[in-house]
Nanobody, 123 residues
């Protein structure tokens, strides 16, 4: 399983970005996916998760109402739409695939990781 994240960049506070994560393999649609982020000097933290069908989603309180996770199983891709960005959203964003179909938030439940994409929000 290979995950390729893209879409990061530099944006002003209040702006928007859309991250994409393309997955290899035919089993993408059978597993839950999630986005995590890691800011300098901090631990990697859960941002958003989505079940295998896309029917269930879950968000960290810090991004709820601003970020939206979605997936297109026909394209083997998961997305993270980020609106109303804040400087504290600055981090490397990673997509990850879990070992089950549901929405999981614990980092230990994700055996597969993408390489990360940098998001920088200026004030």
């Amino acid at each position: 399983v290979q995950l390729q994240a893209s879409g990061g960049g530099l944006v002003q506070a209040g702006g928007s970005l859309r991250l994409s994560c393309a997955a290899s393999g035919r089993t993408f649609s059978s597993y839950g996916m999630a986005w995590f982020r890691q800011a300098p000097g901090k631990e990697r933290e859960f941002v958003a998760g989505i079940s295998w069908t896309g029917g269930n989603t879950f968000y960290a309180d810090s991004v709820k109402g601003r970020f939206t996770i979605s997936r297109d199983n026909a394209k083997n891709t998961v997305y993270l739409q980020m609106n109303s960005l804040k400087p504290e959203d600055t981090a490397i964003y990673y997509c990850a695939r879990s070992y089950t179909t549901g929405v999981l938030t614990d980092i230990r439940n994700f055996p597969y990781w993408g390489q990360g994409t940098q998001v920088t929000v200026s004030s």
